[in-house]
């Protein structure tokens, strides 16, 4: 069956000078707008953005397969590299109590009944590696009280053989590998500074708000420069919402809508546009292996370095600008940056540290 747009649908209607009923559009309503700038995160600042370079986390070669990433990867040391950062991140200490605070338990439910979505990147030849993958699933089970089974790992695009092309190891028993996890199947709304006319499809789970916790895993490669010339957090989800509209002439501000979607942010007080509850409560990105160039080539060196933070623009920016342009020399568009910082309510002076990346103590 021809599929037809709202748009043509109407015309249809008013030529025809139908009288019955148009039936009704199976698309969430548009709710308050989000007020940028406003906290997210109760228990962290959103511009906090941390970062480490350790050698020990793997050991020297640049393998062409994920598998050989694999084989190199040291766990142990990647992570302890985690704790840290979560310590790091949330100012607190044990690994245990970090954890803790970075994820919040949402309103009215127990540990025991939330559902987290993991969205990793599976597109072209980098993909996230198993020790930061079962490290965040672990902490997870073991520090917060999260059921495995009620965590799911997934990519809506390009996740379809994930659990053949990227079985990650060392998970709780029971973490589901979804792969595409149905995909994009489901039709909602995102915040109108998308010209496209608003509407779009995203990942069921999460228009339903089935996902209580959404963490994001991206890994860290270069990509046009309209997109800042980097391929991180933000457009990770791309391969939650449809990325189609992403690759037309207004790709950039999807991609700002999206990330400001209640899909991602969570649902908002619709008199406040306050978020009442985060959904994405921790963004990671696994540049052990990293690239220049992309989305779809093979690593082109090894930097052994991790980072994380809360919010994702905050971490997108400060990566892009002090990890892939200060430390690797690689160009960043910085008018492009500094919209995706601008788009949330702030501007690089804002950032803690002077935009620098946080280390943990020694």
Request: net charge positive; glycine share 10%; with cysteine.
């Amino acid at each position: 069956m021809r599929r037809i747009t709202r748009r043509q649908f109407m015309k249809q209607v008013g030529a025809a000078g139908a009288a019955t009923a148009i039936p009704t559009l199976l698309i969430r309503r548009a709710e308050a707008a989000w007020s940028p700038g406003s906290r997210l995160h109760p228990n962290v600042d959103d511009l906090r953005v941390v970062g480490v370079t350790d050698p020990s986390m793997t050991r020297p070669g640049i393998p062409a397969t994920w598998s050989g990433q694999e084989s190199r990867v040291q766990r142990e040391a990647v992570w302890a590299n985690l704790d840290r950062l979560a310590c790091t991140l949330a100012a607190t200490r044990p690994a245990r109590d970090a954890w803790r605070a970075l994820f919040v338990k949402p309103p009215g439910r127990a540990w025991a009944d939330t559902t987290v979505a993991v969205k990793t990147n599976q597109i072209g030849r980098q993909h996230a590696r198993s020790a930061v993958v079962s490290r965040v699933c672990r902490a997870l089970v073991e520090d917060v009280g999260v059921r495995p089974s009620s965590i799911h790992i997934y990519d809506a695009c390009h996740g379809g053989d994930m659990a053949r092309e990227t079985p990650f190891a060392h998970l709780p028993r029971g973490v589901r590998i979804e792969g595409d996890w149905g995909g994009s199947s489901a039709e909602t709304r995102v915040p109108p500074i998308w010209p496209g006319g608003g509407t779009t499809r995203c990942l069921e789970p999460l228009v339903d708000g089935s996902v209580d916790i959404l963490v994001n895993i991206a890994v860290c490669k270069g990509h046009s420069s309209r997109f800042g010339g980097f391929t991180m957090t933000m457009k990770n989800h791309f391969g939650t919402f449809s990325p189609g509209p992403g690759h037309g002439h207004a790709g950039f501000e999807y991609l700002l809508a999206v990330n400001q979607s209640r899909e991602i942010l969570g649902p908002l007080d619709p008199k406040t546009g306050r978020v009442v509850a985060p959904r994405q409560q921790l963004c990671v990105v696994d540049a052990l292996w990293a690239s220049e160039d992309g989305p779809g080539c093979l690593p082109q060196a090894q930097p052994n370095f991790l980072a994380m933070g809360v919010l994702s623009p905050a971490v997108d920016y400060v990566v892009a600008t002090a990890f892939r342009d200060g430390m690797m020399g690689w160009p960043v568009n910085r008018e492009a940056a500094d919209r995706m910082l601008e788009a949330f309510g702030y501007r690089p002076g804002d950032l803690p540290d002077r935009g620098c990346l946080i280390e943990p103590a020694p």
